[in-house]
């Protein structure tokens, strides 16, 4: 991505973040100088904090935590380049994120010695290459991506991505996809027969064209509001993270959630200490209240988080272990990629993405 590019996405989170009204506000901005050592600030994605988890925290560590959050990486990135992400002692980007945050010289190198309980990781785990030796990321959940679906709504169950096509008609405003480039542009790549992850420039172009012929039957990009009109019936199918849809088909098991046939993308949200970090201690013992297997079988349970400790997982209740929505099996995984950083082409998704998102 080019330098001036970059400077104006910055520029335009930055302004955004100005004038919204809602989430993050320029008034949550903190500086070096306003945080102690008994406080901390956390930008992670919705659903992976709760009130008990901040709470448990606390009473262990004496740190109160206050949480933003963000739903797609690139806005995350964006927030930090322009300066507004500076009071965050940890974030949680997804690994392809992680390998640009790197690259940029974002990220402090982790020292192992300071943390507690990598070795119980699955060995997947514990030399991805997205970050080899997690030198700078600490892995928290992975998934796949997907379309979850109202089964009580529709008789045919869909298989693959194709299906939004197919049924464009009788799904008319009632589908979502994701607010993520990398997500719907690599599904759509996937489904046409190519990878998440292509430099073809007439590949993407097609890629584009396909979604602009989706457009009118979507009823919006977005990654988190589709859990609630779903559930309220407004929504028939949703492209979603299977840690969201977990959440959802829990609350109503008419809604279910698969992966294309075709491929979906499969990602490791992470955890990673800025080097903007202004409680390194806290930092610190964060990740290691997160790495303990009481809170790391608790998450696992209670927010559908897809444990990498080997050691919880082996002590997960057997129903949890067998979810196929949780923990996908090998032949599942089979047909699934994981997006990884393409260089200067990554403009042209952009550009796309915006000819696309807007009006
Ligand atoms: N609500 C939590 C969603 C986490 C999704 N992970 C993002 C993966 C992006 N490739």
Redesign the pocket.
Known sequence: MSNRRQFLQALTALSSLLMTSCGWKLGNVRSGTTSSSDQMYIYT????SDQELLDAFLAQTGIKVLVDVYDS?EVMLAKLLAGGANAYSLIYP?DYMVQKMQAQGLLIELNNDRLIGLDQLFPQFQNPTYDPNNRHSIPFNW?T?GLIYNSAILKDAPEDWDYLWQNQKNLNKRITLLN?V??VMGAVLRMLGYSYNSKDENQIKQAYEKLLELKPAIAAFDT?AWQNQILAGDLTVAMC?S??ALKVTKENPQLKYIIPRSGS?L?T?TIVIPKTVSNIEGAYAWINFILQPEVASVLSKRMNIATPNSAVFEQLPEEVKNNQNLFPSPSLLENCER?TPLGDIEDLYERYWTQLTSN
């Open positions: 994605w919705t659903q992976y990486n997804s998934g991506t993520d990398r997500e988190d993270y840690v969201d993308s990602w949200d997006i």
